[in-house]
């Protein structure tokens, strides 16, 4: 019996302990990324539209690029000789001039080298997704024209689940304010309570505003909406 009488003691003093930090936040997505053609061409496909479910990988859009693809198809056959040149002329480099030996091996990096550029110019060609996410933005039909020039995002995408809150607090806080502090909030326009852990305080006050930030892990709720909640720290525990 005196132990629980012990045990609701200390849990009390350590209510008394606790402070509350006041702090808004927003939601944002965990993850999210603007998608450009890093080339210039004719968008050939568009295989995407705003609230497409995407795995991290999948083709989202590609020019037309069947010149570049069969400039690649040389250099693979470029490739593929030159080092069928290089192995026979090196079984037999103890006989072979020294300076001939040197313009086959140079041959065959050129070769790999020029299969390196294709590739790249042909991977430039293609919008992949970075991440499993979904499209939030679209701005990219079948037969505009491109530039790698002057780049404009053509699509965006978030985390399909994965959400973040994003808090502001006073700055006089940040002594107290560390990784793992409980965040209990509402949702604006929703008035069940909720909680989390706060993963992420950000080194550095905002100068627009003297404020603070800090990260809370969430799940499926919208990107964008706002609300408030309390920081519970034990400053003495801090």
């Known amino acids: 019996m005196m132990k629980k009488i012990f045990l609701g003691v200390l849990l009390f003093a350590a209510v008394l302990h606790a402070e509350e930090i006041y702090a808004t936040f927003t939601v944002e997505a965990k993850q999210n ?12 496909k568009v295989n995407v539209d705003v609230g497409s479910v995407v ?18 198809e040389i250099a693979k056959t470029a490739l593929k000789y030159a080092k069928r040149d290089y192995e026979r002329q090196f079984k037999v480099k103890q006989i072979l001039d020294k300076v001939k030996l040197d313009q086959v091996s140079f041959k065959y990096d050129n070769a790999k080298a020029q299969l390196l550029y294709q590739k790249a110019l042909l991977d430039n060609t293609v919008l992949e997704a970075p991440f499993d996410g979904i499209i939030t933005y679209k701005n990219v039909e079948v037969g505009d024209t491109v530039s790698s020039v002057r780049l404009s995002t053509v699509l965006k995408i978030q985390s399909l689940h994965a959400r973040k809150l994003l808090l502001s607090f006073d700055q006089k806080y940040w002594k107290v304010v560390k990784p793992g502090a409980v965040f209990r909030y509402k949702v604006d326009g929703d008035d069940t309570p909720r909680e989390g852990r706060i993963s992420k305080v ?25 609300g408030t909640g309390e920081i519970i720290v034990n400053p003495k525990k801090q």
């Open 55 to 72: 795995k991290k990988g999948a083709v989202l859009a590609a020019l037309k690029s069947e010149d570049i693809r069969a400039r690649y």
């Open 202 to 226: 950000y080194p550095s006050a905002d100068p627009k505003d003297r404020k603070m930030h800090a990260e809370v892990p969430v799940t499926d709720i919208p990107v964008g909406l706002f």
């Open 33 to 44: 990324a603007k998608l450009a053609f890093n080339a210039s061409g004719v968008v050939g």
